[in-house]
């Protein structure tokens, strides 16, 4: 048996392609990851609740908290088949159940910042109607935090109400998201910058509410040959008084 052992120039050039195939697989990993992202980093979500008491059920009100205050929020919410693929009709989630934290806090009487972090506390994927090869959806997951100011143009001052808000009001709410949500269970999109324009009337606990958004990617996304961009909402909101 005749052993060959490494010259210097062999062990020079294992030298030189170490970093060289170190660099090779950081950038392979990183065209797989942008893969994964552009097949499942689409944010199905639709519900957005209130920040606070003063809002609707999924449509923001115009009142601030006052200066100085805040509102701690945890709301939750299930939705049935959120990610429907058709045709055929093929059912990627069928349940979600989610939890909204948010943290606003008041600025003066007409101005209000709020931190809203989104959560997946279940969803019942179905992984096999996915052609990714990304494997199972994740059962539970973190979504992309978002940032909001809101400015209440129109309306009493914070600073003068006393218990709750009366009459009509107008706010402008800017939201920008951060992408740091899990992308493979449908709960992470890209950064977002949203603009919405709020409207509502309080009388004796009684309230409607409308709002209208623009919301701009600032990647866009493509999932089930079906390409993700720029957004434009709109919403109605009813309040009764319940003693």
Do not use: C
Not at 141 to 161: C, F, N, Q, Y
């Amino acid at each position: 048996m005749i052993e060959r052992f490494p010259s210097r120039r062999d062990r020079a050039f294992r030298r030189r392609a170490s970093p060289f195939g170190a660099l090779v697989v950081a950038v392979t990993f990183a065209a797989i990851d942008a893969r994964v992202a552009a097949q499942r980093g689409i944010d199905v979500e639709r519900f957005r609740p209130a920040l606070d008491a003063e809002g609707f059920l999924g449509l923001q009100g115009t009142a601030t908290p006052g200066p100085g205050r805040a509102v701690l929020t945890l709301a939750t919410s299930w939705s049935h088949r959120p990610l429907l693929l058709t045709p055929p009709p093929l059912t990627v989630i069928a349940h979600r159940v989610t939890a909204d934290l948010s943290l606003e806090v008041g600025v003066g009487g007409r101005w209000a910042l709020a931190l809203d972090l989104p959560i997946v506390a279940y969803q019942r994927a179905f992984s096999q109607a996915l052609d990714d090869g990304l494997g199972v959806v994740p059962a539970n997951a973190v979504g992309d935090p978002r940032l909001s100011v809101r400015w209440r143009m129109l309306g009493e001052d914070a600073r003068i109400l006393r218990e709750r808000p009366e009459g009509p009001g107008i706010a402008l709410q800017a939201t920008t998201s951060v992408p740091a949500g899990e992308e493979r269970a449908f709960a992470g999109d890209s950064a977002a910058a949203e603009l919405r324009l709020l409207a509502d009337f309080h009388l004796f606990g009684a309230g409607a509410g409308v709002g209208v958004g623009w919301r701009h990617r600032f990647e866009t996304r493509a999932f089930a040959g079906v390409r993700f961009g720029d957004e434009i909402d709109a919403a109605i909101a009813l309040k009764l008084p319940i003693p």
